[in-house]
T-cell receptor, first 112, second 114 residues
Framework: DGGITQSPKYLFRKEGQNVTLSCEQNLNHDAMYWYRQDPGQGLRLIYYSQIVNDFQKGDIAEGYSVSREKKESFPLTVTSAQKNPTAFYLC???????????FGQGTRLTVV | QKEVEQDPGPLSVPEGAIVSLNCTYS??????FMWYRQYSRKGPELLMYTYSSGNKEDGRFTAQVDKSSKYISLFIRDSQPSDSATYLC??????????????FGKGTLLTVNP
């Protein structure tokens, strides 16, 4: 089945630790995105990548880092510099930037 | 004024009703319009997308775009309890160009009561 796989579904970390969220797609899409969703705030763009070995900051990139070494994979690291990391994180992909995006099922990160 | 405005609801309707969900936008450069459905604690699911003004129909769903009024709508006919979810509109200026951004509305929470 084609789609986007995010893992894990739930993640718990202690404050001050870095954590990496996985996102893999087999849709052969060039563009990939990371969004954060908080209650009442809608979807906010963290980073996006148009092509392998390239990525750009979104609206709320501070405290996050990404890599795009393979077309299929776009992992997100939430660093200790992110002040409010507890949130629902969504990965998405599309053929090119700006076209209809397909989402994974999300990772709920809780930092205690 | 926010780029995309969407009434958060909540909207509650009886089963079988016709539902109308709407978004307004301020950026006249938006060309691509999408609707997503998101169940609680799940990722958004693409329902429909369109690149032009007018209507697009898919089963019980109809997407309508009025670029002159900067207004888009999603109609759900014969609504079912399984349609209960948050509906998000999204739009962008172009594909592959300098504007990467899909701009989302904040979503409308819909409940269809049996």
């Amino acid at each position: 089945d084609g789609g986007i796989t995010q893992s894990p579904k739930y993640l718990f970390r202690k404050e001050g630790q870095n954590v990496t969220l996985s996102c893999e797609q087999n849709l052969n899409h060039d563009a990939m995105y990371w969004y954060r969703q908080d209650p009442g705030q809608g979807l906010r763009l963290i980073y996006y990548s148009q092509i392998v070995n390239d990525f750009q900051k979104g609206d709320i990139a501070e405290g996050y880092s990404v890599s795009r070494e393979k077309k299929e994979s776009f992992p997100l690291t939430v660093t200790s510099a992110q002040k409010n990391p507890t949130a629902f994180y969504l990965c998405a992909s599309s053929f090119t930037v700006g076209t209809e995006a397909f989402f994974g099922q999300g990772t709920r990160l809780t930092v205690v | 004024q926010k780029e995309v405005e969407q009434d958060p609801g909540p909207l509650s309707v009886p089963e079988g009703a016709i539902v109308s969900l709407n978004c307004t936008y301020s950026n006249s450069a938006f060309q691509y319009f999408m609707w997503y459905r998101q169940y609680s604690r799940k990722g958004p699911e693409l329902l429909m997308y369109t690149y032009s003004s007018g209507n697009k129909e898919d089963g019980r769903f109809t997407a309508q775009v009025d670029k002159s009024s900067k207004y888009i709508s999603l109609f759900i006919r014969d609504s079912q309890p399984s349609d209960s979810a948050t509906y998000l509109c999204a739009m962008s200026e172009n594909s592959g160009g300098s504007n990467y951004k899909l701009t989302f509305g904040k979503g409308t929470l819909l409940t269809v009561n049996p």
